[in-house]
Structures are given as structure tokens and as C-alpha cells.
């Protein structure tokens, strides 16, 4: 094939650093920008046979999000905006830790193994974050897909959410909207338009939003995005990257970790503020009250204002649509608690990452998922969308069923179906604070969490614990969950579970009771039950008071 002949060519300008291996992860291959230059080209190679395979257009996103700026890091996307398929996320693993004289016959078993036709033309669209390795690395990606004979467009720099929806809105002949960046403007901020004329006199400072960008690329895309929106919103951006570093004390993930405002900015009591992270697909609100404490709205706090919105729309519009909250062992308590029994609100707990979480919310009419670090969604089945649109265009119904109709028509395009993104769940959450009137406060007061605390245990092989039931259970090493049982029951309204991180030996720990100090006792003797049981190293964990 005259095709691998320019890949053993390029390939030899991306050589692989002796020794190095890496694992493809739900959040794709992430590392020290130093070492990505051959993984970048590389999948540009995969990206190629993908699209081939599917025969469908494959996105190809250069960004490592909430890490620190000297990192970056690449995942692919499949057809329909979603991430990409389990099955191939092993050719990925075994294509960036081939040997540079295994490259083709890594190539030719994918090829064979996935039935691929090699005449078949392929297209992948690229995009990149802000970091300075992003344009370097991202040339190799171009580079890959060209060796290959694949056709690109390059997007620049985009939003990880962005890259996503053009891909959705290329395969569904622009069904889901045109893959333009100003088309993702257009149709996000016209539904927004459209919701907020249901809000009665909102005054200027209501209006009125406080963003971090965490000196990011969502900065540049936000800055660009206010001007389609007519004054419907009043943004001041803060961390917009002309001075500061990328997620460097600020962005979703250090306010989410910290339980405290970033770094640059001001914030005054009262004043709604929202964090974006490093490539915009996550977001979290906050606010200080008069008296100065810190108050954080995570994606528990999204999912319930969001689930609460669009179920009051379906009960007004007469719709018996399924809806659900879909949840990680990591929600709040008093979340799961509010959902289930004062909004009657299905809610569904899956295993922790984004994917599982996506799947679930599959099953419903309209599923939502949020994952207590502000990346989430809402997906509408096609069902659920049809009925929508059939009511909306009766000319039979009465007003209000009328009204709610056409809201919840709003609704499905301000929301990026795709995938988190933090400007679309910005403008979704600003809308229903307009319509509902409410403050961020009183969003705030819908449930009060209880309270709880993470910890890490160090393992010698965190492979020793295994869990169930949505990893809210361990089911080894023997005793484990016993002794957690145990200690749960000397707490009031606890809870603690243990799971094994995904990418290093250690065990996280997560409890919460009544009140801090029990939390925290909680997790300290979990901690110590999973030390002596789980093969712990280094000295015991120490109580945290």
C-alpha cells in the first residue's frame, strides 16, 4: 500500500521516546507535552481508520483541560458527537506503544481485525486549547491524518465542546446545526433569546454574570459568543488569559477541589460567579454572602435546578415524558435525597466518568447527567423531541401548554446534546434563574448538602479492592465493606464508600454525615480500615483534626 510508505516516512519525524507507555482513558491520553509528539501522529492515523470504519467524519481534540499548562493531551470523537467507542480505545493504547518498526503491522491488524476497506475516503476535523505545545502537537495530528490520505479541517482553536458538536452537526447533514463556530453561536444564543423573553422584568443586575475562564480558550470563545447575545446577559470575564496561567489557582477544578474563590477575581457578596475549566467543557457557580463565606453550586446543584426546570415544563406542556437524574456514588446525599422524594425525579447512580453517566441518560426521554465537578448535559431521545415539536406546532392546545411547549423546544437548543459544555450549561442555568426569578442564593437554599470530605489512601496495588453496585460497595479485600458498614452506623445520615483511582495506587475514600467534624472522622477511620485492609504504604493516615 502506497499509503504506508509516506507513514513509515512521516513516522520517523515523530519518533517514540524510548521506554515511554501510556494508556488511552476516559479522558484520553494525557502526559507532559514532551512526550506527545508520536501519539499526536498516531492518532492521526487512527482517526484516519476510524473514519474509514464508520464512514463518517472523526474529531480529533488537542487539549489535557484542567491540567496544568507544561501538560497536554488528545481524545478522539466519534460520529455522533460522543466519545470514542470503548473496543477502540485498546487500538489506541496499542498504536501509541508500538515500536517504530511495528507501526504498520499495529496498522494492518486494525484493519483487518475492524474489516476496514482502504478505498473508503476518510474525513477527521481538528481542533486545539490555548497551551503553547497545543499548535505543534496538533500539526502532528495533520500529519497523521495526511500520511494516511484522510481529508482535514483544521478548526483552530476551539472549545473540546465545540470540536464536539461541528463533528454531530457534519454526520447529521446539519441536522444538528452547522458546523461552523459561528453557527454554534447562532443557534445557542437565539434559543437563549427565545427562553429569556419568558422572563418578567429582569432588572440589569440580575442580568449580571461573574466568569472565570481559568485563563483558557472558553475566555476567547465566551468573549466572542456575548455579542450574539443582544444584552440578554452581562458577562465580565476575569482569568481571560492575558496575564495569568492556564488552571493556575483558577478554573472549575480548583474551586471544586479548594472549596474556595480562584485567584483574579472579585468577588462582592451577592454576586453570581461561575468557573469554566481549561477547555470549557466543565462549570461550577459559587457566591460569598454578606458575611463572606464561600458558598460552591456543583453538578449536584446544576442537575437539581435543571431536572426541576424541565419536569415543571412537562407537567405544563402535558407531556408524560420519562425523566431522570443520573448520578455518580459522588452526589450529595441531600441532592439524591431532594430528587427522589420532594420532585419525584427518577435517579439512576452509575460507576464514576463521564461516559457511564452518558450511556444511562440514554435510557430515558430526557435524561440528566452531572458530575459533582460541573461536566454534564441534558439528552432528549428522539422520541421525546418529536412529541416536543408535534405540541409546539398544534394549533389545537391551549396557551400555556403552548408556552412550555416552545420553552422546552428552547431548551433542546441551547443545550449541547453532544457532550458538557460549559458555555451551553451557563446559558441554560442563566435562562431558568431569569424565568424563575431567582437569585443564586435562593438556588442555592433548594437543599443544603451535608457535609463530607475526600481523602486518598496510598496502596501498594490498588487492584486488591473491587467494587459493586455503581462502586458504592467493596466487595474485597474480604472484610473491607464490613468494617465500613460499621463505622457508617456510629454517624448520623453517613455514608462512605471506597474505590480504586483510575490511574495511580491509591484508594479514594468519600464520606459524609450530619455535620463536618463527623465527615471527617468518618473518612479518617475508613481510611485506616482500607490501610490495614488494602495493603496500605508509608505511615497510617493521621486524623484530620
Known amino acids: 500500500?502506497?499509503?504506508?510508505?509516506?507513514?513509515?516516512?512521516?513516522?520517523?519525524?515523530?519518533?517514540?521516546?524510548?521506554?515511554?507507555?501510556?494508556?488511552?482513558?476516559?479522558?484520553?491520553?494525557?502526559?507532559?507535552?514532551?512526550?506527545?509528539?508520536?501519539?499526536?501522529?498516531?492518532?492521526?492515523?487512527?482517526?484516519?481508520?476510524?473514519?474509514?470504519?464508520?464512514?463518517?467524519?472523526?474529531?480529533?481534540?488537542?487539549?489535557?483541560?484542567?491540567?496544568?499548562?507544561?501538560?497536554?493531551?488528545?481524545?478522539?470523537?466519534?460520529?455522533?458527537?460522543?466519545?470514542?467507542?470503548?473496543?477502540?480505545?485498546?487500538?489506541?493504547?496499542?498504536?501509541?506503544?508500538?515500536?517504530?518498526?511495528?507501526?504498520?503491522?499495529?496498522?494492518?491488524?486494525?484493519?483487518?481485525?475492524?474489516?476496514?476497506?482502504?478505498?473508503?475516503?476518510?474525513?477527521?476535523?481538528?481542533?486545539?486549547?490555548?497551551?503553547?505545545?497545543?499548535?505543534?502537537?496538533?500539526?502532528?495530528?495533520?500529519?497523521?491524518?495526511?500520511?494516511?490520505?484522510?481529508?482535514?479541517?483544521?478548526?483552530?482553536?476551539?472549545?473540546?465542546?465545540?470540536?464536539?458538536?461541528?463533528?454531530?452537526?457534519?454526520?447529521?447533514?446539519?441536522?444538528?446545526?452547522?458546523?461552523?463556530?459561528?453557527?454554534?453561536?447562532?443557534?445557542?444564543?437565539?434559543?437563549?433569546?427565545?427562553?429569556?423573553?419568558?422572563?418578567?422584568?429582569?432588572?440589569?443586575?440580575?442580568?449580571?454574570?461573574?466568569?472565570?475562564?481559568?485563563?483558557?480558550?472558553?475566555?476567547?470563545?465566551?468573549?466572542?459568543?456575548?455579542?450574539?447575545?443582544?444584552?440578554?446577559?452581562?458577562?465580565?470575564?476575569?482569568?481571560?488569559?492575558?496575564?495569568?496561567?492556564?488552571?493556575?489557582?483558577?478554573?472549575?477544578?480548583?474551586?471544586?477541589?479548594?472549596?474556595?474563590?480562584?485567584t483574579g477575581i472579585q468577588v462582592n457578596p451577592g454576586d453570581r460567579c461561575c468557573s469554566f475549566d481549561g477547555d470549557a467543557d466543565r462549570i461550577v457557580y459559587y457566591f460569598a454572602d454578606s458575611q463572606q463565606v464561600f458558598h460552591l453550586l456543583d453538578g449536584d446543584k446544576i442537575a437539581t435546578l435543571i431536572s426541576t426546570f424541565l419536569k415543571e415544563l412537562l407537567i405544563q406542556a402535558g407531556l408524560n415524558l420519562k425523566i431522570a437524574v443520573v448520578q455518580t456514588a459522588y452526589a450529595n446525599g441531600s441532592s439524591t435525597d431532594y430528587l427522589e422524594n420532594t420532585m419525584n425525579v427518577t435517579v439512576r447512580c452509575t460507576k464514576t466518568g463521564v461516559k457511564h453517566l452518558h450511556h444511562a441518560a440514554l435510557e430515558f426521554d430526557v435524561g440528566v447527567y452531572f458530575e459533582a465537578n460541573g461536566h454534564g448535559t441534558v439528552l432528549f431521545s428522539k422520541a421525546a423531541e418529536d412529541k416536543i415539536q408535534q405540541l409546539a406546532q398544534d394549533s389545537r392546545i391551549d396557551d400555556e401548554r403552548k408556552r412550555a411547549a416552545l420553552m422546552l423546544q428552547s431548551t433542546i437548543n441551547v443545550i449541547n446534546q453532544t457532550v458538557g459544555d460549559a458555555l451551553s450549561d451557563m446559558l441554560l442555568i442563566e435562562a431558568i434563574l431569569a424565568i424563575k426569578g431567582m437569585t443564586v442564593e435562593q438556588w442555592d437554599r433548594i437543599y443544603t448538602d451535608l457535609p463530607n470530605r475526600q481523602l486518598k489512601v496510598k496502596v501498594s496495588?490498588?487492584?486488591?479492592?473491587?467494587?459493586?453496585?455503581?462502586?458504592?460497595?467493596?466487595?474485597?479485600?474480604?472484610?473491607?465493606?464490613?468494617?465500613?458498614?460499621?463505622?457508617?452506623?456510629?454517624?448520623?445520615?453517613?455514608?462512605?464508600?471506597?474505590?480504586?483511582?483510575?490511574t495511580e495506587d491509591v484508594v479514594r475514600v468519600y464520606a459524609e454525615a450530619d455535620t463536618q467534624e463527623s465527615a471527617d472522622a468518618l473518612a479518617h477511620e475508613v481510611s485506616l480500615a482500607v490501610y490495614r485492609l488494602a495493603g496500605g504504604v508509608g505511615e497510617e493516615p493521621k486524623p484530620l483534626h
Request: proline share 3%; hydrophobic share 35%; net charge neutral.
Open 1 to 262: 500500500m502506497a499509503q504506508f510508505e509516506e507513514v513509515s516516512k512521516q513516522s520517523i519525524l515523530h519518533p517514540k521516546p524510548a521506554g515511554l507507555a501510556l494508556q488511552y482513558g476516559t479522558a484520553g491520553f494525557r502526559s507532559n507535552s514532551i512526550h506527545l509528539d508520536h501519539i499526536m501522529f498516531r492518532m492521526g492515523l487512527l482517526a484516519v481508520l476510524r473514519s474509514k470504519k464508520t464512514k463518517s467524519t472523526i474529531g480529533i481534540m488537542v487539549t489535557a483541560s484542567h491540567n496544568p499548562e507544561e501538560d497536554n493531551g488528545v481524545k478522539l470523537v466519534d460520529p455522533m458527537g460522543e466519545m470514542l467507542a470503548a473496543t477502540w480505545e485498546s487500538y489506541a493504547t496499542m498504536l501509541a506503544n508500538a515500536e517504530q518498526e511495528e507501526l504498520i503491522s499495529a496498522l494492518n491488524e486494525i484493519i483487518e481485525k475492524e474489516g476496514i476497506d482502504k478505498s473508503q475516503e476518510a474525513s477527521v476535523f481538528v481542533g486545539k486549547d490555548t497551551r503553547s505545545s497545543s499548535a505543534s502537537l496538533s500539526q502532528a495530528v495533520l500529519d497523521g491524518v495526511h500520511a494516511l490520505g484522510g481529508h482535514s479541517k483544521d478548526y483552530g482553536l476551539v472549545t473540546t465542546p465545540q470540536l464536539h458538536y461541528m463533528v454531530c452537526c457534519k454526520n447529521t447533514q446539519g441536522k444538528y446545526g452547522d458546523a461552523t463556530v459561528e453557527g454554534y453561536y447562532k443557534k445557542l444564543c437565539q434559543a437563549f433569546t427565545q427562553l429569556v423573553g419568558n422572563a418578567s422584568n429582569c432588572t440589569d443586575d440580575q442580568k449580571h454574570l461573574c466568569v472565570d475562564g481559568a485563563n483558557g480558550i472558553g475566555a476567547l470563545k465566551l468573549r466572542e459568543m456575548i455579542s450574539h447575545l443582544n444584552k440578554g446577559l452581562q458577562v465580565t470575564i476575569f482569568n481571560d488569559g492575558s496575564k495569568g496561567k492556564l488552571n493556575h489557582q483558577c478554573g472549575a477544578d480548583f474551586v471544586k477541589v479548594q472549596q474556595k474563590t480562584p
Open 461 to 502: 496495588d490498588r487492584r486488591v479492592i473491587d467494587t459493586t453496585d455503581a462502586e458504592r460497595r467493596a466487595v474485597s479485600p474480604a472484610g473491607l465493606q464490613e468494617a465500613i458498614d460499621n463505622l457508617v452506623k456510629t454517624y448520623r445520615k453517613a455514608r462512605s464508600f471506597v474505590r480504586p483511582s483510575g
